[in-house]
């Protein structure tokens, strides 16, 4: 007995499609700082929209968390979440940024609730080979749900950190660990907190990107992770990811927060 398989001229296509937009065109070898190694006498490949692969000036900047990867005097991001969030990010010299972000909606908001807000200063750059190290103090304001006899209360707490950021790579392979301490000062939220992240270029122009925080506050772990793709351009990268910890679980969707992200660089 024999079984034919047909295959419609539509589908086809768009497989092909697909490769043509995904398959890696460059070798796999790379330097230090990601750039793509040819043999002698090896052209690169024509410029197209389909073909090319972006530099990627985002190596500094995952979801949320900095890498220890610095950015360069007078070399700046701006980050778009959601529409809502919006921050940017500075290089002062080529070893020292700043950085701060606002919640649009929480200010709409802000009759109910303090505005959700944060800001960020950071020393480092590359320590040897492939490792960079950081060390970042970030204050964050931002509501946070505490348990209670009568039940949870959410509360606007402001929460200043003190880090270290080891990075491993270069902006297009990498992986962070970052941990540190942080404190509300009022003796209400205190606890160390320690980051797990990574980003890695899949094909071209399309990168993975997962970011893990984990606060140890008290006797509770409060635990944030996101997973996505980005999409890099030589100045633009969009983010596309999800979200997830319990309170989202509960209140969005089963599987966290969807979000859309953009990345412009200047």
């Known amino acids: 007995m024999s079984v034919n398989f047909k295959i419609s001229a539509s589908v086809f296509r768009m497989a092909m499609l697909l490769l043509v937009l ?4 460059e070798g796999l070898a790379g330097g230090v700082d990601g750039s793509v190694v040819r043999p002698i006498g090896v052209s690169a490949p024509k410029r197209s929209l389909l073909h090319h ?4 000036p985002f190596g500094s900047q995952y979801f949320q968390l900095a890498s220890a990867i610095p950015l360069q005097r007078g070399e700046g991001l701006y980050r778009n979440v959601l529409v809502s969030w919006n921050g940017l990010s500075y290089g002062i010299t080529d070893h020292f940024s700043v950085a701060a972000g606002v919640d649009l909606y929480s200010m709409l908001n802000s009759r109910d609730r303090a505005p959700v807000w944060n800001t960020r200063v950071q020393v480092g750059g590359s320590v040897g080979g492939a490792f960079h190290l950081a060390g970042a103090a970030t204050y964050f304001q931002l509501p946070l749900t505490l348990p209670g006899n009568e039940g949870d209360t959410t509360i606007t707490v402001g929460l200043t950190s003190a880090m270290a950021v080891l990075t491993y790579g270069n902006p297009n392979n990498q992986l962070s660990l970052a941990g540190g301490w942080a404190d509300d000062a009022e003796g209400r939220v205190q606890g160390p907190l320690f980051i797990a992240a990574g980003a890695f270029r899949l094909f071209p ?5 997962t970011e893990n925080w984990f606060f140890l506050e008290g006797s509770r772990t409060l635990l944030a992770n996101s997973l996505g793709i980005r999409v890099v351009g030589e ?7 999800v979200l997830y910890n319990e309170q989202l679980a509960e209140a969005v969707l089963p599987f966290g927060l969807p979000f859309v992200g953009a990345l412009l660089n200047f």
């Open 235 to 241: 100045h633009l990268a969009i983010d596309l990811g």
């Open 22 to 25: 995904l398959a890696p065109f």
């Open 205 to 209: 122009n399309v990168q993975a990107v």
């Open 53 to 56: 692969r972006s530099t990627n």
